[in-house]
């Protein structure tokens, strides 16, 4: 994620940024620029059509559908950031949750015992094993304090995260049959313990499922013959002004769908994504200071 | 569900997959273009209408009516694919649900108690089940380790989910009787028990119930009579243009409305429908991997 | 409730249900085209009025206030569904929560304790018993398995709903003081016994709240001299064709505000409401499997 | 609240109800009237602007602002209803709540215990002072049984809904330590228990938190300008026809925005505000049908 | 936060408040209107470009991105208001479990208990702790009731919030442990308990994560080339008149911007922020009212 301060307008607006959509789409306006000079140039000087050629008024078209493709595209961008939305408060929750259960443990556990270090290696832990498995990647150079044997058995491909979620209920049961936690304080314990999976789950939900290929492929074409057809009525009132006109319109359509590709998917390491690493390590910092 | 890497533009823009509503759609658009054209020669050629003629101005209605039929449009898309994604998020939480019990009674069971067996077979069993029960299908092959028994009565065509659910409360009772497991153990078990009947109730509400009749009919009439009459007016400006824009118009907009349709039932076989033969297998891939 | 598949185009378009609105509205549409092809026939035919007069440029109020009449009936529309479909939610959640109480109970109970049969009836008669309550009727032959004492009780005007929620709520507390059931096992009982005070309430809530008089008043006086003042404008572009125009806009506008209108209060008997007796019997089907 | 069939169109399009906006905005009416005039006498007698003056064209700003004002209108409408309906479903909370609460200790007191009156008259108590709270009242004389001790205290200023608050849960944890209550059925009566400070605390929220101050500011500033710029423009297609037009487009953005002020802020006592005494004479009934 | 009266309308419209956008903007408006002065004097009086030039047109692209700039903007002021809003539902919950915390508090020590003035201490001072956290500051004369030792780490630059929360839970388990407060009342202190840390890191993640990068470049980009152009082809329709006209509608465009930006981080000292401070003393006055 990129940290910027909203305010600094100056330097938005004339910063060609590396994530930014004007880099990506750069080839694009060219293609879409040669495309409308050509159309220009075929209408107003191969064939010579005059102004009160049909062609001209295709535009009504352009100004009834653009109410739909900007409705489409608000309901794209919409859908998209409330899944980047909900993977970050998905990842508030594994905060809190880390927090609440390293302070539960703290609060329960006489002073001075082992189990204590458990949980302040494996809490964070899952952060860590979590991001990386919502990368389809795996560092044991992350996790602190796994024995030989477990790190054994997650090198084979099992799910990782799950594997650490399972350690952590094992320990709690365990010391809950050894009377150092009562009954009472297991079941006070309990909402936190079956947090990781439900944040897991979460999380690869939002990342395995994009929006409905069928609105996908529609808005695409949308765009494309919305666009491909605007300079064939326009160039009558524009003349060769058509050129900066097409492409900043397809400059706003397309930015907005590309932007909402980028969002909908908020795990990876695109400049837009959840900063998934920096909350890991700040749980492991507050998880250390707590326990 | 079909898996898409939603940044090949190109490709999208081209191929006419089979889900694409080009497909569905292309004998209406050959119905709308023989319309539109007899329109126009009746218009422009048997009736010889001039410009100043009043039929003309019946699109100032379709740019007044332009907003609500968008609007209403989007409504409809909104409504479609929040059925979706919840149908998405129940299957997201039998996931979770299905991971935090098998991780649960692997913690609370004694090494090697033979309960263990069961929840291992049943609670994936749970998934085949409502997927199939979902697709109004029995397939008893998917379920696994279940009783001659209970397959008999499975197939006297009673609620098959609410069976296994039931099996599955029984035996953490059961363990509890027996003290195997502890009551307070059973309390943080109980979410998670409770959870199958109210994913299988929300998946079958979500199901059954589509928008509500009077909506369905009206947005059709509609959209029939806005495009039917589309034609009239724009021949005027636009002659025989008018064939292929009153198509395109059509394209949008019933292709909103097909694809709304397709999506608001989430669980079949469509090419948009979620993947729950696939959920159901990880859920088995990973209690396996748990328990 | 109407079943029906929404893939039938044709049959909707034009068949005129008995919950169509183009039927209930049929007699406002001769009215308003009276009352249009009056003001045309005035504007045109006795005062004479020229094309230059200014009462032709009213048509640009109409393009202006076309946006927010436009998203206001959205609005109305979004309001009334998210009604409908929380009303839903909420007998889904009674379906839910029913064939919860039912396998926890059976899991619970020694095989053939009374208990049993007492469940079986009473929590299907709350879903008979609340969808009557929420129509203002009460069927006390819907209700099996009540004692003469308690059927009289239900005849004096009490909350008949909360009478049976009572009579549940205390077989279950009578069961833990018999120590039938462990007070682990009352906990695990809790969500499911508060759940039917609760789905009432709620329905309660939306069939008694309709949306603020305000915003009604104001909806209904705003489409009013919208659609009344149509036809001053548009007569001199259109002529007499201003009168199926107006109609069908007055068809959308209002069409929009009475479908709202049936489907905000969506427990009764018209045509869009829900299948309540059908959830109802749903329920006794399931609960009389499961028990 | 109002009660009203939102059927009766004719009654509602031509009575002028006293919370109407009508009749609040009359005033403005007249004052917009009279400066419209005098813009149209101005620049078509005073000044004798021509058709072809550049002041003609600045409706094109009130097209391009079209959009955002009735946007801006629709997410103001739907954050005041939003409020009230959050108001709603805290008030039908507190219904549920006090019913489900009665039911319980109803279920759980041996047949005669003294503690039954407590509730019987504490539950309905808190509503009514919730109620009175939210308006900044204290009426005695609503609460009944009431002690001559706990009276005084409440009119020494303090927190009245708190003070009940907390004798309802002293008396439970009283009947707990008494043993006329287990631990268990103290934890089943938890939420209830709870949700009284929670209802409250939202109550207050929604009370406390308008809109935030620019909003308010930007979108007065915002109309005002529209508004007032309207009759400049249009007056040339127009003429003295610009003063109805102008005062009914000041209606509908007027109310719009008047509306929304008064839905706000749900738990006073104007026309569309929540019957909250209706509802707290209901919990009273209900509670006295069960206890 | 700044209160007011949402009817006075007269004062709204007139003052210019020290938060208004009129004033923040004020610079931006001389420079636009020097810029839009300067592309009209260029276009008519140094080029004396004609009504027929085609630059004159290119306000239909004005027209077209109208919708799209519009429904951005107020995408961007409906997430930016739904964030101002989460934050005051978390600060409103913390009221509530304050309050929650401090009743049940009361209804279980036995009168006279020490805790007592621990919890009467404490519980006000996690929500001062919370609200100088989000503000990046400390100041530890606002925590009543600590001990030096306490005082001393909690200059460390440790977090403060988790620290205190750590202390209430040891506390409440200290409580349990000793036998002042049985099993089944921690169960019932625990949702209080938990919610201190799921509400701090709720409001941390409002603070830490605002609208992604990409559009809030895209929008600001979006506007500024947006309101750059107007001039360019609305200076033929309006003269010198084009200049109000841009800088009114750079008024509305960027002022929505503006007050999203603010609003969007709710927790600081501008004048639109949330009162945590009033918040917190009041959460102080009422713990002290009812321990």
Chains 1, 2, 3, 4, 5 share one sequence.
């Not at 909203?6 to 879409?32: Q, S």
């Not at 608000?74 to 809190?96: H, I, P, S």
């Amino acid at each position: 994620m990129i940290n910027y301060n909203p305010r600094e307008w100056f330097t938005f607006i004339f910063r060609i940024h590396k994530a930014d959509t004007v880099k990506k789409l750069f080839p694009m306006f060219c293609a879409i620029a040669i495309y409308s000079a050509a159309i220009a140039w075929l209408e107003l000087e191969v064939f010579k059509l005059s102004e009160k050629d049909h062609i001209k008024n295709i535009t009504s078209m352009h100004g009834l559908l653009g109410f739909v493709i900007s409705l489409l595209l608000v309901f794209r961008t919409n859908t998209a950031y409330d899944r980047w939305w909900e993977g970050r408060r998905q990842w508030g929750a594994l905060v809190n949750n880390s927090r609440n259960l390293a302070m539960k443990i703290q609060a329960m556990l006489p002073a001075g015992h082992p189990a204590a270090a458990f949980f302040r290696t494996m809490i964070p832990n899952y952060a860590y094993a979590l991001k990386d498995h919502l990368r389809g990647e795996h560092h044991p150079s992350k996790l602190e304090g796994m024995s030989a044997e477990d790190l054994e058995k997650m090198g084979t491909g099992i799910h990782i995260p799950n594997y650490i979620a399972t350690l952590i209920l094992k320990k709690a049961n365990e010391l809950y049959r050894q009377q150092v936690i009562s009954g009472e304080q297991l079941i006070t314990l309990n909402t936190q313990l079956e947090a990781f999976a439900d944040i897991c789950g979460a999380c690869e939900r939002i990342k395995n499922t994009p929006i409905p290929f069928s609105y996908s492929v529609f808005l695409k074409k949308f765009i494309f013959f919305y666009v491909m057809t605007l300079p064939m009525g326009y160039v009558f009132g524009l003349g060769y002004l058509v050129i900066p006109m097409v492409v900043f319109i397809f400059y706003v359509l397309a930015s907005l769908e590309l932007i909402a590709e980028e969002i909908e998917d908020p795990f990876g390491k695109d400049a837009n994504d959840l900063p998934t690493e920096m909350i890991s390590a700040n749980i492991r910092k507050h998880v250390q200071e707590i326990l």
